[in-house]
């Protein structure tokens, strides 16, 4: 397992900015691909982005792509959502999570997840 605490949600106008942090602590952190999911009111939690082990491979929903950025620094045990052009539908709680080994796609792979950090986007 290891321990993960995100920061950096807030509120927002639409087109605005946020980076989103996730900070990891306990077993070496370069063991585990990570991802973003988010959850917005009423809906499922989907998974909106994800990265390697060494940061080379990433995956992006299409809802997200060209807008959100991904990145790791396994030195300092962090992962980094970078969102810009943000829009009204990405308001949810973000969270992150952690796989053991390769990147893969689905929630029950993932086995350490973070509280979650609330992004509000306002139009």
């Known amino acids: 397992q290891v321990q993960l605490v995100e920061s950096g949600g807030g509120l927002v106008q639409a087109g605005g900015s946020l980076r989103l942090s996730c900070a990891a602590s306990?077993?070496?952190?370069?063991?585990?691909?990570m991802g973003w999911f988010r959850q917005a009111p009423g809906k499922e939690r989907e998974l909106v982005t994800g990265i390697g082990r060494f940061g080379v491979n990433t995956y992006y929903a299409d809802s997200v792509k060209g807008r959100f950025t991904i990145s790791r620094d396994n030195a300092k045990n962090t992962m980094y959502l970078q969102m810009n052009s943000l829009k009204p539908e990405d308001t949810a709680v973000y969270y992150c999570?952690?796989?053991?080994?390769?990147?893969?796609?689905?929630?029950?792979?993932?086995?350490?997840w973070g509280q979650g950090t609330r992004v509000t986007v306002s139009s």
């Open positions: 999570a952690a796989k053991p080994g390769e990147l893969g796609y689905l929630q029950d792979a993932f086995t350490s």
């Open positions: 306990g077993r070496i952190f370069g063991t585990f691909s």
